[in-house]
């Protein structure tokens, strides 16, 4: 575990090529049987989700890298992962086709909620915890009573599969980024379409508003990271730099960087406002597929389909 350390230290130092906001390996988290495909950190930071296609999610202790919980019940691979506000309850969408909610404090599994009708793709919840969106590759979006598990509505216009979905900070507005190529904007109340933003040449991937909800970032397989003004919904900028689909998205809730994972096995890392390259994280033996920050922005976590989770300490010079 030392060597790699030393080894995976030596190959961050060596690709960086910016001043400013770097990362630096911190840990490895070992435990699960095939491809982690989401990880989520917890609002305190203290807890690490990562769901995986051995079909299991499994809760990691951040600070001591030890196993909190492992949790057992879908029937095919878990897709995505995401804590309520409050830390209480995980969501876990599935490619049995259900999200289901865990309660964190015991490791038990709390409720099923059935209405899907393909894989679920992406869970997240509001701000305020009250909702819980879902998105599948039935092309919907639905939005569920996070406490009662109550269909609350369905959100229809995409015309192929619904990869990634995320909320704006007021839980105003709903994104969604598709196999259709588009990322849509829907009111979350109503489920009345704002926006369809065109770029992408490929499917849209994953999907992520800033910490202000100013700008909401998409990446694509066509291997570019748009960057959209949420006051215009007009592009601000495109990020190149990745040798092949973009995975996943994420901003630093601290300081102006933009993450973004990618199947050439990398984490790059991007100033978000002028979209200048930072850094380029090497370490994962196979594709890239999620990326988070802590809520503090100190940590930066990645999934991998190697099946591990690598913690990077993010250091402001």
Request: hydrophobic residues 40%.
């Amino acid at each position: 575990m030392k060597i790699t350390a030393i080894l995976l230290l030596l190959l961050v130092l060596f690709s960086s090529n910016a001043l400013g906001d770097t990362a630096v390996y911190k840990d490895e988290f070992i435990g699960h049987a095939d491809a982690v495909n989401s990880v989520a950190f917890s609002a305190d930071g203290k807890l690490l989700a990562s769901g995986s296609w051995d079909k299991t999610v499994q809760l990691w202790e951040v600070k001591t890298g030890e196993q909190r919980w492992l949790l057992t019940g879908h029937a095919a691979s878990v897709i995505s992962v995401a804590f309520s506000p409050e830390d209480k309850t995980l969501a876990s969408g599935s490619a049995d086709k259900t999200v289901r909610l865990w309660n964190t404090a015991k490791g038990t599994a709390k409720q099923m909620l059935i209405g899907h009708t393909d894989v679920v793709t992406s869970v997240t919840f509001s701000r305020d915890g009250k909702t819980l969106a879902s998105g599948s590759v039935d092309k919907t979006i639905r939005l569920w009573d996070a406490k009662t598990g109550e269909h609350k509505r369905t959100f229809t216009g995409h015309t192929e599969a619904v990869y990634s979905v995320a909320f704006n900070r007021e839980y105003k507005v709903l994104a969604s980024g598709s196999a259709d190529k588009t990322v849509r904007l829907w009111e979350a109340d109503t489920g009345e379409l704002i926006q369809t933003l065109s770029g992408h040449t490929e499917a849209v991937q994953s999907v992520a508003f800033d910490r202000d909800g100013k700008v909401l970032a998409s990446g694509g397989s066509d291997k570019i990271v748009w960057l959209w003004d949420t006051k215009t919904w007009q592009p601000k900028g495109r990020i190149i730099g990745h040798t092949d689909y973009v995975t996943s998205v994420a901003f630093s809730p601290k300081a102006n960087v933009l993450a973004s994972g990618c199947v050439d096995k990398t984490v790059q890392l991007w100033d978000a406002k002028t979209g200048g390259h930072k850094q380029r994280l090497t370490g994962h033996g196979e594709w890239v597929t999620s990326v988070a920050f802590d809520p503090d922005g100190n940590v930066l976590a990645s999934g991998g389909a190697d099946g591990t989770v690598l913690l990077w300490r993010m250091i402001t010079e």
